[in-house]
DNA sequence: GTAACTGCAAAATCTTTGCAGTTCA
DNA sequence: TGAACTGCAAAGATTTTGCAGTTAC
């Protein structure tokens, strides 16, 4: 759990039915295929459930190494992408080239992210209100939406406050530093 | 101007005043750094400027290779990452492993996105009541906005009617094709 | 038994960087 | 003149793919 130290904990309350639901789905989806069930499999979609909310591909594969060692990327890219097709886990970009994984949203509630780009860190928040405007606008434009992502980056609080501290301890008594 | 053919085309009335603060605030950037004006980066910020909204490096490649064709990619990455840099661009990317640079909102308004997956149109929306719940959230996590993305996926007015026409030819009697 | 899966390494993308020659100021 | 710029090609980074051997069913 990657979560602002100071800031209450939002959203990531994953709610164990709906967990239960995707890995259901997940099921279905393989047998219906025709996929098969191995232990790399079952060890990278175990770490994907049970990890961190927003893993990237490296992350997941270290951790899943620990377990296994041999586990290669071709392995675990193949599975998230599995999840994601079956719609159990969604891809996400921040913008720091790297793909990161989330579940889907059945399981967290409909979120959206804070991210801050001086720590990295990833905030969730929710908003209702943003959700309905967002429905409206989509059909003022006939627009039939599938997904969204909505994202603000910047700096998270603790950075500003390590930021200040470092300002003022350069010189002396003196203010805010730019 | 790739906008969505019926739709009544919102938000991307450029304000010429606005465009002139952004060529004025690259020219000072240039001048400070000691950057020079040479015809490669000339022919590419122009073509930038005045061309459509949301070109990947690829096509702006293409654009101007159309006007000199001894331009290379280097060129071309190399001049929108200066332009991003003083902030008369920014970089965006919708999902499909592309780069696309877009003038900083100084010069389109504030706006955001609805990407068709089904035909790749993007159509731009502005909505006031967003970025004001926007900010209230931000200031609930003691966050600094710096910029953000708001995105929307899904299927665009025009590729629902196709589909749904393409569908109903396949039977019997049907009404209008796209 | 066989079709799916795995790990590896090679390939494919997109972007950045090093270099030698060119050009702006 | 000389630092900045350019084009090319090589290098990086991330993701995908081909293949020969392995394994689930």
Do not use: N, W
Not at 82 to 105: I, K, P, T, W
Not at 142 to 161: I, N, P, W
Request: aromatic fraction near 6%; charged fraction near 30%.
């Amino acid at each position: 759990m990657v979560h602002a130290p100071g800031e209450e904990e939002r959203v990531t309350h994953v709610d164990e039915a709906a967990l239960e639901r995707l890995r259901t789905r997940l099921q279905t989806y393989m047998v219906e295929k025709g996929l098969r069930s191995t232990a790399q499999r079952r060890l990278i979609i175990d770490t994907f459930f049970e990890g961190a909310p927003h893993m990237t591909i490296e992350e997941l594969l270290q951790q899943v190494r620990g377990v296994d060692r041999g586990i290669g990327y071709a392995t675990v890219y193949r599975t998230l992408k599995l999840l994601a097709e079956c719609g159990v886990a969604s891809e996400r970009r921040f913008g720091d080239g790297l793909s990161r994984y989330e579940l889907a949203d059945d399981a967290s509630s409909h979120h959206d992210h804070l991210i801050c780009l001086s720590c990295g860190k990833i905030i969730e928040f929710e908003e209702p209100q943003i959700e309905a405007l967002q429905d409206a606008i989509a059909e003022k434009y006939g627009f039939l939406v599938t997904s969204h992502k909505h994202e603000m980056y910047g700096e998270c609080a603790d950075c500003q406050r390590t930021k200040k501290s470092a300002a003022s301890e350069g010189a002396d008594g003196m203010r805010d530093g730019a």
